[in-house]
């Protein structure tokens, strides 16, 4: 879940947003987030500024648990497609994609351009919310060492849960 990305360009291009990963257990349950970062870059005929809520539903968890030593790029390392829209599917060219985006703009932009887009974990974001150093992205979704639960995330794991009805 990635609010507020927000992309500009006139010729050369860049975005960049800051949100959260989680990750269901075995258990069909929510994992503690893992703040992280997306930027990108692009190049061509483009103008204007937005800002873009995006949350990216990964398809198969092992998609994010091979990419949390490093970070990964989309359209790269992993496939993307748009999710469901109007209540039909857009059909991705890739056949089997690892990611589905939902997005919702504000703004003008408007362009054709060569672009990609990296993610990568925040360490820093994962300091402050948790208050311990060095955590690695498994640990947080292993809530291995146990990490507090601050009342904020209450109201996204109701949040995720009206959403999945």
């Known amino acids: 879940i990635i609010p ?4 500009a360009g006139f010729i050369f291009g860049g975005r960049r947003g800051a949100g959260i990963l989680l990750v ?8 503690k987030p ?15 500024a937005q800002s873009t809520d995006v949350v990216l539903a990964f398809m198969d968890k092992s998609v994010v648990m091979r990419s949390l030593a490093q970070s990964f790029r989309l359209g790269g390392n992993v496939s ?24 919702r703009s504000a703004g003008l932009f408007a362009g054709v351009a060569l672009e990609g887009a990296n993610i990568s974990f925040d360490r820093s974001a994962n ?16 809530n291995s ?8 995330l209450n109201g996204l794991y109701n949040a995720l849960a009206r959403a999945a009805r």
């Not at 507020?4 to 992309?7: D, H, P, R, T």
């Not at 060492?145 to 904020?152: E, K, S």
């Open 4 to 7: 507020n990305v927000v992309q």
């Open 24 to 31: 269901r257990n075995e258990n069909n349950e929510w994992s």
């Open 34 to 48: 893992a703040f992280i970062t997306l930027t990108g870059g692009s190049f061509g005929l483009q103008i204007g």
């Open 80 to 103: 993307v497609a748009a999710g469901p829209v109007g209540g039909e599917v857009v059909s991705p060219t890739d056949p089997s994609p690892q990611v589905f985006s939902y997005t």
């Open 127 to 142: 300091t402050r919310f948790y208050g311990r150093r060095n955590l690695t992205p498994t640990q947080i979704f292993a």
């Open 145 to 152: 060492p146990p990490l507090p639960a601050p009342p904020v």
